[in-house]
């Protein structure tokens, strides 16, 4: 799916913050014409974000632009919040102002993990930093404008960037066995199907949404799926600076559903042979 399908949006007024980023790049694939904006533009700094939009004058603007180092968040909070929480704002209002739509993208982490699976209405309940930042980077689009799309993933993986799959493929080369947490859930989300999907959500109507690939597990059995090494640990036993939620899975109540991710997991992994 290309932008072409959507018939309501120019696809050259199609405006992609933190195109170089992982899911930057895969939405470059479903909107191969689109005006790009990567590492030159700091979103944390409202007048250059406001005179971009201004200039452009975009119908769409998709925001990939985030702090997504969980742990490091913690060390520097006033900067996840200026980058996930502050500066979505500040494109908010200059969508606002320039008559376009804005997509964005939070996470699972703004919930606490105290429920096994969450819908688009519950209410969120940060556990860490980065959740923080995150939620505070909805309430600001929410305050600034009406037109948004907030975009709800989790556990992405894909070309050009970190990720787990890479992270824990290459461990497993190196190591005899790989400890993997066996006791946080949530849902792996290829970079590729969420951008494809992205494009959708653009004719849909403004709110929030939860877009994942289909199916749930824990992050030892997403390990298990592509090494054949890994041994289950508890969080206990693998203390990170940040608090994970046990439980991080978005139900998906107002669109289709992505195809499983075992099959999205499976594409990708046949991108290296």
């Given at each position: 799916?290309?932008?072409?399908?959507?018939k309501?949006?120019?696809?050259?007024?199609v405006?992609?913050?933190?195109?170089?980023?992982?899911?930057?790049?895969?939405?470059?694939?479903?909107?191969?014409?689109?005006?790009l904006?990567?590492?030159?533009l700091?979103?944390?700094?409202?007048?250059?974000?406001?005179a971009?939009i201004?200039?452009?004058?975009?119908?769409v603007?998709?925001?990939?632009?985030?702090?997504?180092?969980?742990?490091?968040?913690?060390?520097?909070?006033?900067?996840?919040?200026?980058?996930?929480?502050?500066?979505?704002?500040?494109?908010?209002?200059?969508?606002?102002?320039?008559g376009?739509?804005?997509?964005?993208?939070?996470?699972?982490?703004?919930?606490?993990?105290?429920?096994?699976?969450?819908?688009?209405?519950d209410?969120?309940?940060?556990v860490?930093?980065?959740?923080?930042?995150?939620?505070?980077?909805?309430?600001?689009?929410?305050?600034?404008?009406?037109?948004?799309?907030?975009?709800?993933?989790?556990?992405?993986?894909?070309?050009?960037?970190?990720?787990?799959?890479?992270?824990?493929?290459?461990?497993?080369?190196?190591?005899?066995?790989?400890?993997?947490?066996?006791?946080?859930?949530?849902?792996?989300?290829?970079?590729?199907d969420?951008a494809?999907?992205?494009?959708?959500l653009?004719s849909?109507?403004?709110?929030?949404?939860h877009?994942?690939?289909?199916?749930?597990?824990?992050?030892?059995?997403?390990?298990?799926?592509?090494?054949?090494?890994?041994?289950?640990?508890?969080?206990?036993?693998?203390?990170?600076?940040?608090?994970?939620?046990?439980?991080?899975?978005?139900?998906?109540?107002?669109?289709?559903?992505?195809?499983?991710?075992?099959?999205?997991?499976?594409?990708?992994?046949?991108g290296?042979?």
């Amino acid at each position: 799916m290309v932008v072409a399908s959507i018939k309501t949006v120019n696809p050259e007024k199609v405006l992609i913050l933190g195109a170089n980023g992982m899911l930057g790049h895969a939405l470059q694939g479903v909107f191969p014409e689109a005006v790009l904006r990567g590492h030159e533009l700091d979103i944390t700094d409202e007048e250059a974000v406001y005179a971009c939009i201004a200039d452009l004058v975009p119908d769409v603007v998709i925001n990939a632009a985030a702090y997504t180092d969980v742990d490091g968040c913690e060390d520097h909070v006033g900067i996840a919040s200026a980058v996930n929480g502050e500066g979505p704002g500040y494109i908010a209002r200059a969508c606002r102002d320039a008559g376009a739509v804005f997509v964005h993208y939070s996470t699972d982490y703004i919930f606490d993990g105290s429920r096994e699976e969450y819908v688009e209405s519950d209410l969120p309940n940060p556990v860490n930093a980065y959740g923080r930042s995150k939620l505070l980077g909805e309430q600001r689009i929410i305050r600034e404008m009406k037109n948004y799309r907030i975009i709800r993933t989790s556990w992405l993986f894909g070309r050009y960037g970190r990720n787990f799959v890479d992270t824990i493929r290459d461990l497993s080369t190196r190591m005899d066995q790989v400890k993997v947490v066996h006791d946080q859930f949530g849902k792996p989300t290829y970079t590729v199907d969420l951008a494809e999907k992205t494009a959708d959500l653009i004719s849909c109507e403004s709110g929030i949404y939860h877009i994942t690939n289909d199916g749930s597990c824990s992050w030892y059995e997403f390990a298990q799926a592509f090494i054949g090494n890994a041994v289950p640990c508890s969080s206990a036993e693998f203390p990170r600076k940040a608090v994970r939620p046990r439980f991080s899975v978005l139900s998906n109540t107002k669109t289709t559903p992505l195809r499983h991710w075992r099959e999205a997991l499976s594409d990708y992994l046949q991108g290296d042979t």
